[in-house]
């Protein structure tokens, strides 16, 4: 039988060097998988033609780079891209890649996208079971690794004109913090991706563990799923409210420093970073000025800002979308009491919008087959 192979990908600097010595192989040679890894991207250590030949057979019967191309792609008419990705388990999870061609809706001069986002999943499924989210409906499946979550990236199509990444994908970030965090080191690391970490947004329903370690050992800017502000009524619809309540979330935040929120296009060289609530709006359920109140109260002692989007159905949901005048009226009010809000743009509408109904799909289509 065969040995597994161990993925390159997602290995520091540190870690690539370590491979070639343990190989036997000079010290410089990790710097040199480094450079094809990170700065070249490319598939098959057989490309890597500045390492001898015998090198590379070395290399090539204990690793591979770890790198697979999607294996689905629906594309919304609004330029909106979901991919389907397939572990090395046999496990499928979603990648939606979002450009964005400005107020005019036209490409920048070298014809790409004025900003192209990128939302990456992190679990195949998910623990936290929020009534209203598909992928918490498959139940927990299987961790990713950081290899599994930097070859969403890797092998991107459209890599080269990604401007930022959030961890809003499939999953609870923070209930896979090692590998998340080794995936955002890479991404941020000088030797690797080197982005800046104000670029990378991770999102959480607020683990308490999972936070503070966050908080303490990343840089990137952080969104809370919030949904709700009464913590009676959000723990009906979020369990992990029962855990970790959002007042113990909120108290925990206003230890750390954040962007202020009046700071529209905050200063690079700040160490400040954003902190963003997110808040699905469902109609009568948490879309009254009762609950915007509710939702001043809360978040009055932090910096921070809200993002309000709107609710993509999904089968069998006893949830309903809020109507977009009630939507732009919660918006107003909560600016004019003095929180930044904005409302998310929906995108995909005509492609299994909401997260983790394609990798649903594609697992019980699967699932099928092997009975």
Known sequence: ?????????????????????????????????????????????????????????????????????????????????????????????????????????????????????????????????????????????????????????????????????????????????????????????????????????????????????????SKCNLAISLHHPIPEERGKIMPAERAFGIQDVVNLLRQYDFCRRTNEDYDEGTKQRRLTFEYILFGGLNDSMAHADALLRLLKPLDCRINLIRFHTIPDTPFRKTDEDTLKRFCDYLNAHGITTTIRASRGQDIYAACGLLSTKKQEESAWKRT
């Open 1 to 217: 039988m065969e040995s597994i192979k161990k993925n390159l990908l997602a290995l520091t600097l540190e870690e690539l060097t370590q491979v070639a010595q343990d190989l036997g192989l000079p010290r410089f040679v990790g710097r040199q998988m480094c450079d094809w890894i990170y700065g070249r991207k490319v598939d098959s250590i057989d490309e890597m033609t500045n390492i001898s030949k015998s090198s590379r057979e070395r290399l090539k019967a204990e690793y591979t780079i770890g790198a697979s191309k999607p294996v689905e792609a629906m594309r919304s008419v609004d330029g909106t891209i979901k991919y389907l990705y397939r572990t090395a388990e046999g496990h499928f999870i979603e990648t939606v890649y979002i450009p964005d061609f400005g107020n005019e809706g036209k490409p920048d001069a070298k014809g790409q996208p004025r900003r192209a986002t990128l939302c990456v999943s992190s679990q195949v499924g998910c623990k936290m079971h929020c009534e209203f989210c598909m992928t918490g409906r498959q139940g927990f499946m299987a961790q990713l690794t950081a290899a599994d979550i930097l070859n969403q990236i890797y092998s991107l199509p459209e890599r080269e004109t990604l401007t930022n990444i959030v961890f809003m994908g499939q999953g609870e970030p923070f209930d896979n913090l090692d590998a998340v965090l080794r995936a955002t080191e890479i991404l941020t690391a000088d030797y690797a991706y080197g982005w800046s970490p104000k670029r990378i947004t991770v999102s959480s329903v607020g683990l308490a563990k999972g936070l503070i370690r966050f908080l303490d050992e």
